[in-house]
């Protein structure tokens, strides 16, 4: 039983790290100043949307759309 599980939760936990580190870290990243932040503007431009091909959308819940997860965490998009 463990022969199949683990190499299934060792890849999984691979493509989770992946996606944490594509959303958070991009060339496109904005950082600003005390004076111009604010936190929707931080939400919306300090994560990424990042898009998926339709099957993998299905099978991250949507995990693409996270900067919508930024500006209120209730809101279950990871």
């Known amino acids: 039983m463990a022969a199949v ?5 060792v890849f999984a936990s691979i493509i989770g790290v992946w996606l944490f580190s594509v959303q958070h870290r991009f060339d496109a990243v904005r950082w600003w100043r005390r004076a111009e932040w604010t936190a929707t ?32 965490p209730h809101i279950p998009n990871y």
């Not at 599980?5 to 939760?9: H, N, R």
């Not at 949507?62 to 997860?69: D, F, L, P, S």
Request: hydrophobic share 45%.
């Open 5 to 9: 599980q683990l190499p299934i939760m």
């Open 41 to 72: 503007l931080a939400s919306l431009a300090g994560s990424s949307f990042l898009r998926l091909p339709r099957i993998l959308q299905w099978f991250t819940g949507n995990i693409g759309y996270h900067h919508v997860h930024h500006l209120n």
